[in-house]
């Protein structure tokens, strides 16, 4: 099992800046990919960014140029943050950590329990 914990979050204005972080722990898994994803109610969970244990980044377009995702492997603690800059009202989502970690060749993936983001116009 993975445990993920999450921090960061609250309410910000427009223009603010906020980071998230997100560590994981879990003996013997290899973690790999890891993300956030962030969804707002009655529609579905989206992808914000993702990076890989080599960190390669992926960011969805609506956020490029103003959030930063990094992540800290150091003394065997996996720790995914996001930078988010230049906030917008329409960044107000529940913001979920995504981790996709393996053990023996088998594929994990778990989440986070959200973090709520809210932008003030």
């Known amino acids: 099992q993975v445990q993920l914990v999450e921090s960061g979050g609250g309410l910000v204005r427009a223009g603010g800046s906020l980071r998230l972080s997100c560590a994981a722990s879990g003996s013997r898994f290899s973690i790999n990919v890891m993300g956030w994803y962030r969804q707002v109610p009655g529609k579905q969970r989206e992808l914000v960014a993702t990076?890989?244990?080599?960190?390669?980044?992926?960011?969805a377009d609506s956020v490029k140029g103003r959030f930063t995702i990094s992540r800290d492997n150091a003394n065997a603690k996996n720790t995914v943050y996001l930078q988010m800059n230049s906030l917008k009202p329409e960044d107000t989502a529940v913001y979920y950590c995504?981790?996709?970690?393996?053990?023996?060749?088998?594929?994990?993936?778990?989440w986070g329990q959200g973090t709520q983001v809210t932008v003030s116009a």
């Open positions: 995504n981790v996709q970690a393996s053990r023996w060749g088998v594929e994990y993936d778990y």
């Open positions: 990076i890989t244990s080599g960190g390669t980044t992926n960011y």
